[in-house]
């Protein structure tokens, strides 16, 4: 509500050319707050705004700003301004931002920064999607090998780039070939004659320019690193990913899980900012995909007609068994699904989950046709042989959709598919089919139908 009532004073103030008062607003926020506001107001009101930034604060506002504001507001501004928007990102944004763009624009937007600019972004360009090519940054601290604390404090001072990071030096020799690191912490608690080789620390992990992105997040993860350095084939330093790009790899990464369990295409764009027939390519094949194999489940039901029809009371109980034995797998199948992507569980693991997943399916299994028993017989006055195929199959069930939904991920992560894709939608149409088989078994042997 605040945030609106600054909106429209801000707007005000643009309409009575009081541009004074209005960068006073603006320079109450920070960068991040700032993006926020300024793409909240109409287009035209977007690009006056954003021209009362000053010069240096004006990427930083930029590159926090919605992809597609970015992409509408950089083709709004002059060639000038443009190209000094660009000049003043990191490498790593300005290749982000380029990416979707047409080839024409890209071009038109490149032509006027300078020639080492448009060079770093069009390699980074080049690299594939997803890659650590794509993410990493070349305004980076580089030290070479042999310079003394004193004379690398002064090499730093005289870089005149700014630096995604400034946490680790990176030291290399002639040919650029990554050698170690330093901290800056160690570059002031020492002596400033001491050479950097004597204080200089293995780089314990680093990434090839092709490694996947995932792989990339999850050495971060696993060893609490804030800056990774990147080499090429010939081991030579030509970048390094921050932190800040591995929490938006986190983000997409677990969107692009979420919509795939839920058998949803996985798409770039934001929720809002997908188009109604867009959002309907996306999810009408795997429905298609699903109904059809949905048939099945009527197919068994046509067969086992005259079991139905001599215990037609058999049929109410048919959706409870259905999704009891599809949410069972679809609990096995997120857990396990989960513990492949922090590499908890490998396929040699197979058997101990399978045993495990067992022995909670018997317990789980027991316990609800334990419950449904007593429902069933006591409440219903459904008579003890029926309760009985209905608790058999329920147990049973359970135990076929727990080793179900806990194997088909890892199989599917053996074989090179994401395991993501059998979660939910396929696991429950296989169980569906699987219960009514069992039910209906249980009912032939049970009730002589």
């Known amino acids: 509500m605040e945030n609106e009532r600054n909106i429209e004073e801000f707007e005000k103030l643009l309409n009575l050319k009081k541009l004074s008062d209005a960068k ?29 930034l000053p010069k240096g604060l004006a990427s930083d506002v930029f ?24 000049e003043d990102m990191f490498t790593d944004d ?11 624009m890209v071009t038109k937007l490149l032509s006027g920064v300078s020639k080492e600019t448009r060079s770093q972004i069009n390699r980074l360009l080049k690299y594939p999607d997803n890659s650590a090519g794509s993410l990493m940054a070349m305004e980076y601290i580089h030290l070479k090998k042999g310079l003394t604390i004193k004379e690398s ?69 696993d060893y609490d690193y804030s800056t990774l350095p990147v ?3 010939e081991d030579r330093l030509v970048g390094i990913i921050t932190i800040d790009d591995i929490v938006d790899i986190m983000e997409a990464e677990t969107t692009e899980d979420i919509e795939k369990m839920a058998a949803i295409t996985p798409s770039d764009k934001t929720y809002m900012k997908t188009g109604v027939f867009e959002t309907w390519k996306k999810r009408i094949p795997w429905l298609l995909l699903l109904m059809i194999s949905a048939t ?58 399978l045993w495990k997943e067992f022995r909670v ?13 007593v429902k069933l017989y ?55 089919a699987t219960s009514l088989i069992i039910y209906f078994r249980f009912a032939s042997l049970l009730l002589g139908i």
């Open 94 to 104: 300005a290749a982000d931002l380029f990416d979707e763009m047409p080839a024409v």
């Open 296 to 353: 099945f489940t009527g197919q068994i039901i046509t067969h086992f007609e005259g079991a139905l029809a001599s215990y037609v009371i058999l049929t109410a109980f048919i959706p409870m068994l259905m999704d009891s034995g599809g949410n069972a797998g679809s609990q096995a199948s997120v857990s396990v699904i989960r513990s492949l992507s922090l590499d908890e569980i490998e396929y040699k693991d197979t058997i101990k989950v």
């Open 153 to 221: 404090i002064e090499r730093i001072r005289n870089q005149k780039d700014d630096f995604v990071s400034y946490d680790s030096c990176f030291v290399t020799d002639k040919e650029r070939t990554l050698l170690g690191y330093v901290t800056v912490k160690d570059l002031l608690i020492n002596d400033p004659n001491t050479m950097i080789d004597d204080i200089m620390q293995e780089c314990e992990h680093k990434v090839n320019t092709l490694t996947d992105q995932e792989d990339v997040a999850t050495i971060f993860k």
């Open 361 to 373: 399916a018997i317990l789980c299994g027991i316990t609800l046709a334990a419950a449904n028993f």
């Open 231 to 233: 080499v090429d084939m």
């Open 378 to 432: 006591y409440i219903d006055n459904v008579g003890f042989r029926i309760a009985g195929v209905v608790c058999l199959t329920l147990i049973v069930t359970i135990i076929i959709a727990k080793l179900i939904g806990s194997s088909l991920p890892i199989l599917a992560n053996k074989i090179g598919f994401d395991p993501a894709v059998m979660a939910s939608p396929f696991i429950t149409t296989l169980v569906d």
């Open 63 to 86: 590159v926090n700003m919605d992809e597609d504001v970015q992409k509408n507001l950089i083709t709004s501004l002059t060639k000038s301004e443009a190209t000094s928007i660009i």
């Open 24 to 52: 006073k607003i603006l320079k109450e926020m920070n960068e991040v707050d700032m993006a926020e506001f300024i793409q909240e107001l109409p287009e035209d009101k977007l690009i006056q705004a954003f021209r009362l």
